[in-house]
């Protein structure tokens, strides 16, 4: 097994395709997380591991110790070299690392090296559903419609999502509150590495369009071909049209254009904990039934 340090598209693409190799419900990274986490390239240091051509693990760690990592199933020792990997090139050698509890080859190897679960660690579920029987799509109010993303929208588009997630929105949204400071880094330039960023498909871009022409809500889905695998990520709505059912009508609309695409099934993954309810809420209301959860590990004192 080789290394290899990584942080350019063809990277993104081998990362890609090892997750894509061993990809199910229970497993933590999906083709399209990749997608829009690395659009723009790695936060910080990361890293590959291959055996021939082939790439079967990977890890990368942020500025701030959050880390990321996968390890094919059926290699499960090469799961020791990625967590010292991980160790040597965290700040302070203290990687936060998340997984699944699905995932008992990773929590295995990291008990196995010195890490623990963070016990009070905010949490995600992984929600999945079939597509073989949808919802209708919801009648709207009046004027508002719902349909793709199409060409020379990418300004609009991008401001929709700042709008969405700006960060005083989310904290509005949590529980209790909390007052969050500074604005969405969704510009324009960086809403078109999306669009240019392996597997985008414009027809999976999902926008609920406001009777002036603005966007009121939107979802995002990505698709894996080789496992008909959808996700949903981002879905948001301008707080100006709050409260209207819009993010619904934009899941919706994205699940039909998921399965017209050959998805079979989608995942989503909102948060789990208590403190922030409201996606959890809706797309449980869409039919999405929690499979797994992730848990943060530390390396112990």
């Known amino acids: 097994m080789r290394r290899r340090e990584a942080g350019g598209g063809a990277d993104l693409r081998a990362m890609q395709a090892a997750v894509q190799r061993s990809w199910s419900p229970r497993q933590r990274w999906h083709a399209g997380d990749l997608a829009w986490q690395c659009h723009a390239g790695f936060a910080g240091p990361a890293a590959i591991w291959t055996e021939g051509a082939t790439p079967i693990a990977w890890a990368m760690v942020e500025p701030s110790g959050e880390a990321g990592l996968h390890v094919d199933p059926d290699r499960p020792g090469a799961a020791d070299p990625v967590l010292a990997w991980l160790r040597a090139h965290a700040p302070g050698g ?73 960060p005083a929105r989310v904290g ?33 871009d999902q926008v609920v369009v406001a009777p002036g022409g603005g966007f009121a809500a939107f979802a995002l889905g990505w698709l894996d071909g080789a496992n008909a695998a959808g996700e949903l990520e981002p ?45 959890r809420r809706l797309y449980t209301a869409l039919g999405f039934r929690p499979v797994a959860r992730t848990v943060t590990y530390r390396p112990r004192p």
């Open 172 to 204: 509005a949204l949590l529980v209790p509150p909390v007052a969050l400071a500074g604005e969405s880094e969704m510009s324009a330039q960086r809403y078109r590495s999306v669009t240019t960023t392996w597997p985008y498909r414009p027809e999976l």
């Open 94 to 166: 203290r990687p936060a690392v998340t997984v699944l509890d699905t995932e008992t080859h990773l929590t295995d190897a990291l008990h196995r090296n010195g890490f623990g679960p963070v016990d009070d660690a905010p949490y995600f579920l992984h929600c999945e559903r079939a597509l073989d029987s949808l919802p209708d799509r919801p009648r709207l109010p009046a004027g508002f419609t719902t349909r793709a993303v199409r060409p020379g929208e990418i300004p609009a588009r991008a401001a929709a999502h700042r709008a969405a997630w700006r």
């Open 235 to 279: 879905v948001g709505t301008d707080p100006r049209y709050a409260r209207r059912g819009l993010a619904a009508a934009a899941s919706i609309a994205c699940l039909h254009a998921l399965r017209a695409a050959g998805a079979t099934r989608a995942v989503v993954y909102p948060r789990g904990d208590a403190a922030y309810p409201v996606p």
